[in-house]
């Protein structure tokens, strides 16, 4: 878990990435399969696990802090938006006083 921006202590930007070791296991364990003679297996883990990696994706949260304790406002897989998300809530904030 990293924290990537903090502003006044109200919110918070984490980015969680998924762990790709299993997958990169699975993976080479069916390329070894590829060289034997169950290459059929083989090759069908290798897809799977090639899949498996392709799709993963890093998590971006926005933590909102109160005095009742931490809260996750906004779970979503684009950094873009989450950043326009925070700047808005940075204004508010700021429009707010």
């Known amino acids: 878990m990293r924290v990537l921006w903090q502003c006044l202590s109200f919110y918070v930007q984490l980015e ?35 899949a498996y990696l392709y799709f993963q994706k890093t998590v ?10 931490e809260t996750k406002a ?3 897989y684009q950094r873009a938006y989450l950043n326009k998300v925070l700047t808005a809530l940075n204004e508010a904030i700021v429009y707010r006083g």
Do not use: D
Not at 60 to 69: E, K, R
């Open 16 to 50: 969680l990435k998924p762990s790709r070791l299993g997958g990169l296991l699975v993976l080479l364990i069916g390329l070894a399969f590829l060289t034997s003679s169950n290459y059929m297996s083989g090759a069908a883990l290798a897809a799977g696990a090639a």
């Open 60 to 69: 971006f949260h926005v933590l909102l802090s109160t005095s009742g304790g």
């Open 74 to 76: 906004l779970k979503t």
